[in-house]
C-alpha cells in the first residue's frame, strides 16, 4: 500500500510532538553537544560550571527535572497578520484575537479548535482583549464588553487603567501582567531609557509605580508582590524585586502614566525606596518564572546564546534543571500569567511582527507546549 501524503504529515507532526526520553529522564545530550561547540567552552572553564558572570554562576543541576516537551503550530487566519492582543486563558480554552476582530478558540488539554465557543464569541467585532476580575474583557468600537455566564457580551463598566495596553498594540505601551482583590498590575517599557511597573488600586482609584526594566513576571510570594525584570540590550541584564506594600511607592495620575520623565521611563523618579532588591545581575537575562511542584523556576538566557533554559536559583547559582527545546528562540516583552496553576508565557519578536504574538508557552502539570503561529 502507498504512503499517502496524510499518512507522511500526521507522522511528522506525531514526531514533533514527543518530548523528552520516554523514561521520563532529562537529556542534557543536545546541549551540552552545541555548548562544547560554542565559543563558550574552553580547557579554561571550572566545572562544575558553565558559566562564570560578576556575580552569579551557571551549572548543570544535580537534580534536573523531567517535563514533556512538545512543540506544535497553529495555522493564522491571516499569514501576514499576527494576533491584536495576547492569546489568554478562559474557561479552559485559549482564546486569540485577530483581525479582523475575531477570536479563535482552543479547547485545553487537547488543543483541538473549538468552533462552537468561536461562534457564541464572535457576535461583535474586537481590537483587545483581557481577562480583568476574571472576566473575559473586549474593547469594540471604543466600548468595553465582558462575557457573561449566559454567553452574552455585556457592557463593562469598571475603570481600566490600560487602556489601549499591551505591547501588542501598533504603539507599543502597557502590558498586564497581574491583578488580585486589590491591585491591577501592568508596565510600560522604554528599552534602554528603562521601565516603569504600576500599581493600580481597584478600589481608591490610586497608581503607585517603581522602576521595572522592563518587566517580565509579576507574583506574589510571602504576601509581597515580586517584579521579575529583563533587558537585552548590550550583554542583557536582569533583577527581582521585592514590594511588600504597593501604597508606599510613589503614587502618579492616569495622565502621567507612560510619560517620560527627563527623558527617561516614569519608573526612575520612584524615590520611596520601598521596591527591595533581591537580585540583580548584568550579562544574564530572567525572562519568565513560575513555580512548579515548589520548585520556582526561571526561563534562563545566558552566555551570549538564544538558547533558553528552565534554571533554579540557589545562592546565586543557576541550576539548569531542563534544557527545554535546543533551538534558538528570541523572546521580546514576554509576561507570565498564572491561571490557577495552569502558566501561559506569551512572547512577541520585534523583527517578525512588532509587539505582536508571536508564539506562547503553555505549561501544565509536567508538560510544556511551545505553540506558535505559523
Not at 31 to 47: N, R
Not at 73 to 88: A, C, E, G, I, Q
Not at 190 to 204: A, L, R
Request: hydrophobic fraction near 35%; charge should be neutral.
Amino acid at each position: 500500500m502507498k504512503t499517502t501524503i496524510l499518512q507522511i504529515s500526521f507522522f511528522f507532526l506525531f514526531t514533533n510532538l514527543l518530548g523528552q526520553k520516554a523514561d521520563n529522564k532529562v537529556d542534557f545530550g543536545p546541549f551540552l553537544k552545541d555548548f562544547k561547540k560554542s565559543y563558550l567552552y574552553s580547557d579554561t572553564i571550572k566545572l562544575p560550571f558553565l558559566e562564570i558572570g560578576r556575580n552569579y554562576k551557571v551549572k548543570l543541576s544535580d537534580n534536573p527535572i523531567y517535563f514533556d516537551i512538545k512543540k506544535i503550530s497553529l495555522r493564522k487566519p491571516d499569514t501576514k497578520k499576527y494576533p491584536l492582543s495576547y492569546t489568554v486563558i478562559y474557561r479552559d480554552r485559549l482564546v486569540s484575537l485577530f483581525e479582523p476582530g475575531i477570536f479563535r478558540c482552543y479547547k485545553i488539554p487537547d488543543l483541538s479548535r473549538d468552533l462552537e465557543f468561536e461562534n457564541l464569541l464572535n457576535t461583535k467585532s474586537f481590537s483587545y482583549h483581557w481577562i480583568l476580575d476574571g472576566k473575559l474583557v473586549a474593547l469594540s468600537d471604543k466600548k468595553y464588553f465582558y462575557f457573561t455566564n449566559e454567553n452574552l457580551w455585556k457592557s463593562y463598566s469598571e475603570f481600566i487603567p490600560i487602556i489601549n495596553s499591551s505591547k501588542n498594540s501598533e504603539d507599543g505601551d502597557k502590558l498586564k501582567h497581574f491583578e488580585d482583590s486589590t491591585y491591577l498590575v501592568f508596565s510600560s517599557c522604554f528599552g534602554e531609557f528603562g521601565g516603569t511597573i504600576y500599581f493600580y488600586n481597584k478600589k481608591q482609584k490610586k497608581i503607585y509605580f517603581a522602576e521595572a526594566t522592563c518587566a517580565s513576571t509579576v507574583y506574589k510570594a510571602d504576601n509581597k508582590y515580586m517584579v521579575l525584570s529583563e533587558l537585552g540590550h548590550g550583554s542583557g541584564s536582569c533583577d527581582l524585586k521585592a514590594i511588600a506594600d504597593p501604597s508606599k511607592l510613589s503614587e502618579t495620575q492616569l495622565d502621567k502614566v507612560d510619560v517620560p520623565f527627563n527623558g527617561q521611563a516614569l519608573g526612575y523618579s520612584d524615590r520611596s525606596n520601598h521596591a527591595k532588591v533581591i537580585f540583580d545581575y548584568y550579562s544574564i537575562q530572567t525572562l519568565s518564572s513560575f513555580n512548579s511542584n515548589g520548585h520556582q523556576l526561571y526561563l534562563l538566557l545566558w552566555g551570549g546564546y538564544s538558547y533558553y533554559h528552565l534554571a533554579e536559583l540557589n545562592n546565586n547559582v543557576f541550576e539548569i534543571v531542563n534544557p527545554l527545546f535546543n533551538e534558538e528562540n528570541w523572546m521580546h516583552y514576554p509576561v507570565t500569567t498564572d491561571y490557577n496553576g495552569t502558566i501561559l508565557i506569551n512572547y512577541a519578536h520585534y523583527g517578525t511582527a512588532l509587539y505582536r504574538e508571536v508564539a506562547y508557552i503553555l505549561i501544565r502539570d509536567k508538560e510544556i507546549i511551545k505553540i506558535k503561529w505559523d
